[in-house]
């Protein structure tokens, strides 16, 4: 029985997988998530949260785009849980995202990016 933290935390990724709706697009809401991006799953145990995503996340938009995204990811992730999340991409935990080969550490928070 999934407790009310993680499908959350579920909730929350895939609203944020979704994209912004019409209203929201129209108020300047906008997501730096390729929409083709499926959330393939997400395994939740009392100590950490893992949401598997397909490659379509690291696609396109560069440097700029990706950092971005993954900001977007974590942001979301740690208003929604308090459990460690890890990311993988296509079933890999993912250490380096995208073609720029921007390095994550895990589990995600404000410091995987680097900064």
């Known amino acids: 029985e999934p407790s009310e933290t993680t499908s959350k935390v579920k909730f929350a990724v895939k609203n944020l997988l979704r994209g912004p709706n019409i209203s929201e697009q129209k108020s300047g809401i906008y997501s730096e998530i390729p929409h083709s991006t499926k959330l393939i799953s997400i395994e939740e145990t009392p100590t950490k949260v893992v949401i598997n995503l397909s ?61």
């Open 55 to 115: 490659s379509d996340f690291e696609q396109g938009g560069g440097t700029d785009g990706l950092y971005k995204r993954l900001y977007q990811l974590i942001k979301t992730v740690n208003k929604n849980t308090n459990l460690d999340v890890y990311l993988k991409i296509n079933g890999r935990i993912a250490e380096v995202i995208g073609g720029e080969g921007i390095m994550i550490t895990q589990p995600l928070n404000a410091k995987s990016l680097g900064e």
